[in-house]
């Protein structure tokens, strides 16, 4: 049997890196993207392979598909973790900045699924998990474009699942809540209903299952990882 192999995005530190190790203590493959040096100490620990480059340039995310196919055959998983969007007040935020948001959180998985889909069909299946934000359906005025852009991330992940689930390529968005990657403050930590920040290990762990058989009729969904901080239901 083929081992599996995983692409994880932004992958240097925080959520991604986390993805990365979970991943690889499972035994995939892991075929790792980001722009900082950091990337190469850790494909080095988990015997991976690193490509650098950023995930809002499509030649990038080419050589990174490329790379992959060269060095294992095959990708089973992507994991589409990105950096963060430009901030900022709603109608002061420029046209440039926007336009940077849609590279970073929703053009960057569509990009990624063009490339690695014909791959997935030819494998017989796969599986996207894409990194979004719990503000994706509670908009934060504190992240106006993400909470924005993702929305529409969420539009694109349900009609990508609808597509392609009859070929056995399953596309789900996790949103994590305030997670022990940023500071948070003692304000919001109490606004949370479990009182503390999640861990990066706690979103990795969510990708996982959501990558594995066991989550083999979980398609086109937005998994809240968050504390319970997000009030809709």
């Known amino acids: 049997m083929n081992t599996k192999t995983a692409i994880i995005t932004a ?28 990337i190469l100490a850790l494909a080095q620990e988990l015997g991976g392979l690193a490509v650098q480059g950023s995930v ?35 109608l002061d ?3 440039a900045d926007w336009h940077t948001g849609l590279d970073v959180v929703l053009l960057n998985v569509v990009r990624m699924a063009r490339l690695v889909t ?5 494998q017989g299946g796969g599986a996207v998990v894409n990194i979004s934000t719990f503000a994706a359906f509670e908009p934060s005025s504190k992240f106006p474009v993400s909470s924005a852009l993702r929305a529409a991330l969420g539009s694109f992940t349900k009609l990508y699942a609808d597509q392609y689930a009859p070929s056995g390529i399953r596309m789900n968005n996790i949103l994590p809540g305030y997670t022990d990657s940023y500071d948070v403050t003692d304000d919001v930590r109490a606004s949370i209903p479990m009182r503390r920040s999640g861990t990066v290990e706690e979103i ?14 979980i398609t086109g969904q937005n998994i809240r990882v968050d504390g319970g901080i997000t009030r809709s239901v």
């Not at 990708?75 to 969007?85: L, Q, S």
């Not at 990795?204 to 066991?214: C, E, G, I, M």
């Open 118 to 122: 014909p791959v997935m069909l030819s």
């Open 93 to 95: 935020i420029t046209d």
């Open 204 to 217: 990795a762990k969510t990708a996982a299952f959501l990558v594995s058989p066991d989550a083999g009729y």
């Open 56 to 90: 809002t340039e499509e030649a990038d995310l080419k050589r990174l598909v490329e790379a992959t196919l060269k060095k294992y055959g095959r990708i089973d998983v992507v994991v589409n973790n990105t950096g963060h969007p430009p901030k900022g007040v709603l």
């Open 11 to 38: 992958a240097s530190k925080g959520m991604g890196a986390a993805c990365a190790r979970e991943l690889a203590a499972r035994g995939y493959n892991v075929a790792l993207m980001s722009r900082s040096d950091d």
